[in-house]
């Protein structure tokens, strides 16, 4: 849900638990909050899945911003030394894209 993003996301990086809409609508959703990327940190122990996409078809949401996955792990404690402690950090995302057909 859009309201799930705060208003100050315009040039920044967005860190998002993985849920239960899609990668492409959370990441879409990030850039109608002004994210100019995203790091979507799981919600499971562990790294995020690699056969996780933000898939081929446009989100309702508009187009994904580059987005990478972290660990619930490495996500905890981000969001631990932002929220706990006032961290602030710098990030870049570069994000190489393969775009495929896969069929299993």
Do not use: H
């Not at 809409?21 to 690699?50: E, Q």
């Amino acid at each position: 849900m859009q309201s799930d993003y705060p208003a100050n996301l315009t040039g920044k990086v967005a860190l998002i638990q993985r849920g239960t809409c899609t990668f492409g609508d959370k990441s879409g959703l990030a850039r109608k909050a002004g994210a100019v990327g995203a790091i979507m940190y799981n919600n499971g122990p562990g790294p995020v899945s690699a056969a996780v996409s933000l898939g081929i078809n446009q989100s309702p949401n508009g187009p994904p911003v580059p987005t990478v996955g972290i660990t619930r792990e490495l996500g905890e404690q981000l969001i631990q030394s932002i929220i706990g402690k006032g961290a602030v950090y710098n990030a870049q995302i570069y994000v190489k894209t393969d775009i495929q057909n896969v069929t299993t």
